[in-house]
Nanobody
Framework: QVQLAQSGGGSVQAGGSLSLSCSVS????????IGWFRQAPGKEREGVASIDRDGRTIYADSVKGRFTMSRDNSKNTLYLQMDSLGPEETAMYYC???????????????????WGQGTQVTVSS
């Protein structure tokens, strides 16, 4: 079992920045692919970014150049720095773990096995 505890998020005006954290614990090591996802009301959950055990990241096209995902293996914690946020990015954000050291270039929600509790991000215009 893997547990993921999220923190961060909140409200910001358009163009602003927010950061999210995801602490990973349980039957796992730092050799785990972790992804960030978001789900807006009435929409499907979509992948935002992922990072593998070696620190390689992939991003959805919509967030490239604005979002940065990182990990601190000494703390078993993942981060998502979000800059230049727009109102359309208002959503519940989730981190998730995949039972694999590598992400295989996937940020499809169906590929991930364990999920955090979610944290709300609200961007006002």
């Amino acid at each position: 079992q893997v547990q993921l505890a999220q923190s961060g998020g909140g409200s910001v005006q358009a163009g602003g920045s927010l950061s999210l954290s995801c602490s990973v614990s349980g039957d796992t090591s730092t050799d785990t692919c972790i992804g960030w996802f978001r789900q807006a009301p009435g929409k499907e959950r979509e992948g935002v970014a992922s990072i593998d055990r070696d620190g390689r990241t992939i991003y959805a096209d919509s967030v490239k150049g604005r979002f940065t995902m990182s990990r601190d293996n000494s703390k078993n914690t993942l981060y998502l720095q979000m800059d230049s946020l727009g109102p359309e990015e208002t959503a519940m954000y989730y981190c998730a773990a995949r039972i694999s050291a590598y992400c295989y270039s996937s940020i499809l929600p169906s590929a991930y096995n364990y999920w955090g509790q979610g944290t709300q991000v609200t961007v006002s215009s």
